[in-house]
């Protein structure tokens, strides 16, 4: 069991930001990557939508015989965890909000927080409630952004386009006086250092990638199941396949990558 794949999936290619820094943190590992190009963005889905794409493609990841699974997305995060906890039955599942919500929260002080993300993450209100409660006096204020995912998938990064559309979300007046910014959505790592520039350095700017993969690789080790083979193989598939998905994903993953066209839904 314990050299079985991690199974990783994303409403498309964002997560593979996710994939690339667990692949830093453990580079043991095998990697089974699933990318639901077919239904993205799943910031404008429905819960009932997102909680069933969710368990179909873990049910795919267990039959790759994945031992964990990681749900690198925050939009499926916010609602389908539990879904995708009763479909992997007895193993470890993973999210990307719990891990920086626990690193935030326990530095418990008078923080004042603002989040952003797709809508779907925004409207369920998951950072609030979980912040508060180890962090009560913290002060937590959201933000949905839904063009930032599509005009990083269009490559626009570090260019005017793309700061126009930071400094015109960022300078919204429910972000005035936050000290700390949780880019809530895989896909904004690509973009860190441009919101980081934005604030000139006088927010700190927290995005899930290293804590998240810190937070796996810490709690497979506890459980004795970490690879102890050092033959390591990735795989990365999605329920549509394009070109253009597969220049994009080289950019999230900073690599070269193969994607593989899988049909999960006959
Ligand atoms: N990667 C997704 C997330 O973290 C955003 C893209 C989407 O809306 O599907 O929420």
Redesign the pocket.
Known sequence: MQNNPIGIF???I??LTIAHALKEELPNENIIYFGDTEH?????KSETAIQNFSKRITQFLIEKKCKAVVIA???ASSIALQSVKEMAKNIPVFN?ITPVVTKVAQQCSEFNIGVI??K??IQSNIYEREIKAICPIAKVSSLATPLL?PMIEEGFINENISHTVIANYLSNKKLANIDHLILA???YPLIHQEIKDYYKNKVVVIDSANTVAEHIAKQLKTVNLLNNSAKTEYHFYVSNYTKSFEKSAKFFFREDLKLEEINLWG
């Open positions: 994303d409403s498309g964002g997560g993205l963005p799943y910031g404008e997305c925050n939009s990307v993300g797709t779907t993450t995912a959505c895989t896909h």
